[in-house]
C-alpha cells in the first residue's frame, strides 16, 4: 500500500558510520541525526535498537541488515538511505515487505573505481607491487635483463564482466591503453557504443572467459551472480590470464580462485574485495600473483563526499513527500 503519511520535516536520523565532515555537519542542520562517534561496524544487537528508533537509518556496505534486523524495526522507520551503489548487504524483500523504501547513492564512485580497476589491470601484469616489496626489502640488487619481469599489457584482450557506468569507464580507459575490448552483460551495448570502444560482445560469460587475457569484473552481488566466476569456469580459462575483482567478493568462488593462483590455473589476480571482508584467507596473503588492497574502490575525498550529499538529497526528497532520486524499488509513495 501506498505510504501517504504525513513525513517529518526534520526526521530522525541514524548514521551507523563516520562520514566526511561537511556531510555530518550538513546533516546535523538539517536532521535530528545521531552519528557514529566510534567509526566501527555496528553489532547486530546495535543495528535492531538503531531501526528501532528512527525514521531513517544510514547504513553503509559493512551493516547486514537482514530479515532479521527489519523484524526489529519500528512503525516510524520508513527510509533506509543507504550510502553506497550496492545493496546487497539490504534484504530488499523484507524491506519492501515492511514498507520501508530503500536508496542508494550510485554513479558517485565510477571514475574512482574505474581508476582503481585500471591501476589492478597494469599492477598484476606488470607485478608492481611484487617490486614495490623488493625495494622495501633492501635486496634490490640493481637492474638485470632478467629480472622481475612481467607482461605487456597493449595488445591483450581484456574481457569486462558487466558493462555498467564503471564498466564502460573501465573499457574507454583500458583502450587509451591498447586493449582490445570484449564484454558480458545482461543486454547488448547499442551499437554506437560498440563501435566507440572497438568493443565485441559475448553473449555468454563462459566464452568471454576462455579467451580473455584479463578479466575484469563489473556486475552487482545478487543471486544470480553470487559465484559467478564458479570453480568450473575458472578452470576454463588461460593460464596465462589474469583476474581482476572490484565489484564484490562473493561473485568469485574464493577457494576455486586461490586454488587456481597456487597450481598455476591462472596467472594473476588484484583483488579490492573479498568473500568475508574484512577477514582475507591467509592463503591469499602468502601468494606473491596477487595484488592485494583494502577495498579502495570508492575511497577518493570527492567520491564520499559526492556520496553524502546523495544521502542528503535523498532523505529531503522523502522527507519533503517525494521518492527518493535513487529509490530502488519502485511502485512505492
Known amino acids: 500500500m501506498p505510504d501517504t503519511a504525513p513525513r517529518p520535516k526534520r526526521p530522525r536520523v541514524i548514521v551507523t558510520r ?8 550538513r546533516m546535523s ?13 555496528f553489532t547486530a544487537d546495535e543495528l535492531r535498537a538503531a531501526v ?44 519492501r515487505a515492511k514498507g520501508i523504501l530503500v536508496s542508494n547513492t550510485p554513479g558517485v564512485f565510477t571514475e574512482d573505481t574505474a581508476d582503481l580497476t585500471m591501476a589492478l589491470i597494469l599492477s598484476v601484469p606488470r607485478r608492481l607491487a611484487e617490486g614495490e616489496q623488493l625495494m622495501r626489502s633492501g635486496q634490490w640488487a640493481g637492474w638485470a635483463p632478467s629480472a622481475m619481469l612481467g607482461h605487456r599489457v597493449g595488445g591483450k584482450l581484456l574481457g569486462i564482466v558487466g558493462m555498467g557506468r564503471i564498466g564502460l569507464a573501465v573499457a574507454r580507459r583500458a583502450r587509451a591503453f591498447g586493449l582490445s575490448i570484449h564484454y558480458h552483460n545482461r543486454r547488448r551495448l547499442p551499437q554506437a557504443v560498440e563501435a566507440e570502444l572497438g568493443a565485441s560482445y559475448h553473449a555468454s560469460v563462459d566464452t568471454l572467459l576462455r579467451i580473455a587475457d584479463i578479466v575484469t569484473l563489473h556486475c552487482p552481488h545478487t543471486p544470480e ?11 576454463t580459462m588461460k593460464s596465462t590470464a589474469y583476474l581482476v575483482n572490484t565489484a564484490r567478493g562473493e561473485v568469485v568462488d574464493e577457494d576455486a580462485l586461490i586454488n587456481a593462483l597456487t597450481h598455476g590455473g591462472i596467472a594473476g589476480a588484484g583483488l579490492d574485495v573479498y568473500n568475508h571482508e ?36 535523498n532523505i529531503r526528497a522523502w ?6 532520486m535513487d529509490q530502488i524499488i519502485e511502485g512505492w509513495a
Open 29 to 41: 542542520e538539517l536532521f535530528d541525526v545521531t552519528l557514529s562517534a566510534h567509526d566501527q561496524a
Open 319 to 324: 522527507s519533503d513527500g517525494h521518492r527518493p
Open 18 to 25: 563516520q562520514l566526511m565532515p561537511s556531510v555530518e555537519a
Open 52 to 95: 528501532a528508533d528512527c525514521d531513517v537509518l544510514v547504513p553503509t556496505v559493512t551493516d547486514r541488515i537482514d530479515a532479521n534486523i527489519l523484524a526489529a524495526a519500528g512503525e516510524r522507520l520508513k527510509l533506509i538511505a543507504n550510502f553506497g551503489a550496492g545493496v546487497d548487504h539490504i534484504d530488499l524483500p523484507a524491506a
Open 225 to 235: 551472480t553470487h559465484e559467478l566466476v564458479s570453480a568450473a569456469r575458472i578452470a
Open 278 to 313: 574484512p577477514a582475507v584467507d591467509a592463503r591469499l596473503l602468502a601468494l606473491r600473483n596477487v595484488v592485494l588492497l583494502p577495498h579502495l574502490g570508492s575511497a577518493t575525498v570527492e567520491g564520499r563526499e559526492a556520496s553524502g550529499e546523495r544521502v542528503i538529497a
